[in-house]
């Protein structure tokens, strides 16, 4: 069972309140978003209050925009290296679009998922040298790549490295690749006073500067949009400067003059405004299909096409391509659950699935996850080789857990939450043995938590409540929607619907007043509940129809109903 978890808040919300004409209910929720002055509340809710970023600030900054422009007045030519997911792709869109506009010679290089691997290769460099580039500005990769920078280097180039990945340590060390200019907020001595941009946040803020210097800062705005969605789907935290990236890119999103997002946008059939949780699932799984099934170049060319058909006829290609992603995906995991369910579920959960389709890896490491709630290294069959993606959970470190364990790889990368890995086939056992050997998660942190902002009446989730909800928008990592926690709802009735009958439509009478709630997975959710409180018997007669007044505990969020125009209550967990 899911622990449920609150926050103590302390501040005044009744003068919040005041100060902004809001609810105290929301003005609570502002606090516990951690805004603790009026400066830092000033930001979140006016935009135009929120302070300038001081690019140029952050280290190699003023450095790399010197040495491009240099290139670009000398005719040098660029080739930009990028990666395959969707930060990666649209860093190199940025940089691309935005060094192109100012004069560059540029070519770009986007990593095929199977047959390069992650991020420049030292092969990428001795190419770039043979077709005479002069210049390699790397974007989303390039501070783990020691050797291939290394070998850049020896062959004459000049490297602009772009990365936000975490500084590879040896011995307390930095160990920071020598190229020219290297540009990662996350470098112990970067000033910026901003760590947590993605790598196309960084990408944008180089080609911002560059177009500052030049007196047309306003041109870099168009490519706001490709940093917020690289923003949204790399998923770092959606707060200060990304959250600002955000807010103003699915603005600029909606007006776009790029003719490949416009058809994407078209492909994807869109209500009403686009919402971040819109580029998370919707738009950027489109653009994360092509470097997963194919190549991710075919992301970027969508973008870069010029002329209405051949765009409509790439979004329409890479929708279909994710709908094939997206099947490939359920029999991985049919398949991964059954090996767990057979060998058994250990503090850490390191899979081989040799029939899993390594593009779809991390996506089946994360619903492991979220099925077990466990760390999950899913480990494929690369040929000569093997390859893993991990996912893990708070408490566990994955890119520190997998450098204490780095005598078994041939190569890794990644964050505290995701991670990426080769080996060799026979290091398997050893490193399986390792991870589960060197982790020290206790049982209380591998049971999942839940965050809730406020135990509340139905009557108090009302349409102006709702209204200021939607002011916490672009959500996110960091930057979560409400949730709210009603304790005893009397669910008085339950209508089944949805094509496989797992959708709950509840009425919950609450002081004489019917409210309407939905539980998109009644089996799992309200079901359980039921079930424990219950009895199997009561959740069958419910299903059928059966009125009454069953008590459970409901953690649920509040959206306006399209089609009806009052509140509904989405449920996300039941107890």
Not at 3 to 9: A, E, G, R
Not at 440 to 457: A, G, I, N, Q, R
Request: some cysteine; proline content about 3%.
């Amino acid at each position: 069972m899911k622990q449920w978890f609150t926050k103590t808040c302390m501040a005044d919300v009744h003068k919040i309140a005041d100060r902004y004409q809001i609810s105290e209910v929301f003005a609570e929720l502002l606090v516990k978003r951690g805004l603790r002055s009026w400066q830092e509340m000033d930001a979140y809710l006016f935009e135009d209050l929120a302070p300038e970023p001081e690019v140029e600030r952050m280290r190699g900054m003023t450095e790399a925009a010197e040495l491009l422009f240099a290139k670009i007045e000398a005719g040098k030519k660029i080739r930009i290296i990028g990666d395959y997911d969707v930060d990666g792709v649209m860093s190199t869109y940025i940089l691309y679009r935005g060094i192109g506009q100012l004069g560059g010679d540029l070519s770009y290089q986007i990593p095929h998922r199977e047959r390069d691997g992650y991020g420049i290769r030292a092969y990428m460099a001795e190419k770039a040298a043979e077709e005479g580039i002069d210049t390699i500005v790397t974007c989303d990769n390039g501070i783990s790549a020691m050797e291939s920078i290394s070998r850049a280097k020896e062959l004459g180039l000049t490297v602009v490295l772009t990365d936000h990945h975490e500084v590879p340590m040896l011995h307390g060390a930095e160990q920071i690749p020598p190229a020219d200019v290297v540009i990662d907020p996350k470098q112990k001595e970067c000033q910026y006073g901003y760590r947590d941009l993605c790598g196309a946040g960084i990408a944008y803020r180089l080609v911002q500067y560059m177009f500052q210097c030049r007196g047309r800062a306003e041109e870099a705005q168009e490519l706001l949009p490709f940093a917020a969605m690289a923003t949204v789907c790399d998923v770092v935290p959606l707060q200060g400067e990304n959250r600002q990236i955000v807010k103003l890119g699915l603005r600029l999103m909606q007006e776009t003059r790029n003719l490949g997002l416009q058809a994407l946008i078209r492909q994807m059939d869109f209500a009403g405004e686009i919402r971040s949780m819109d580029v998370g699932f919707r738009l950027g799984p489109c653009i994360n299909a092509a470097g997963r099934l194919g190549d991710a170049t075919k992301g970027l060319e969508l973008f870069l096409a010029t002329d209405a058909l051949t765009a409509s006829e790439e979004a329409e290609s890479l929708y279909a391509l994710n709908e094939d992603r997206k099947d490939i995906t359920v029999r991985a995991t049919e398949e991964a659950v059954r090996q767990v369910e057979r060998e058994g579920v250990p503090k850490v959960l390191v899979v081989y699935s040799p029939k899993c389709h390594e593009s779809v890896a991390g996506i089946v490491a994360g619903r492991l996850r979220e099925r077990y709630y466990r760390p999950v290294y899913l480990i494929t069959d690369s040929g000569d080789h093997l390859k893993g993606s991990g996912r893990s959970i708070p408490g566990y470190h994955m890119q520190q857990e997998l450098s204490a364990c780095r005598e078994y790889l041939t190569e890794f990368g990644g964050h505290a939450m995701a991670a990426g890995f080769s080996l060799r086939k026979e290091n398997f056992d050893a490193l399986r043995l390792a991870l589960l050997e060197h982790c020290k998660l206790t049982e209380p942190e591998m049971v999942e938590k839940v965050y809730y902002d406020k135990e509340v009446s139905l009557s108090q989730v009302n349409r102006e409540l709702v209204q200021q909800l939607s002011w916490l928008e672009p959500v996110g990592e960091s930057n979560p929607g409400a949730v709210f926690v009603k304790r005893d709802a009397g669910i008085s009735s339950v209508r089944m619907c949805g094509k496989e009958n797992q959708i709950a439509q509840i009425q919950i009478r609450e002081e004489g007043k019917l409210y309407r709630a939905v539980d998109f997975h009644a089996e799992d959710c309200l079901g359980i509940a039921v079930r424990e409180k219950y009895g199997e018997d009561v959740w069958e007669r419910m299903k059928a129809g059966e009125m009454g007044e069953w008590k459970v505990n409901l953690l649920f969020t509040a959206e306006i109903d399209s089609k009806y125009g009052s509140v509904q209550f989405k449920v996300v967990d039941c107890q």
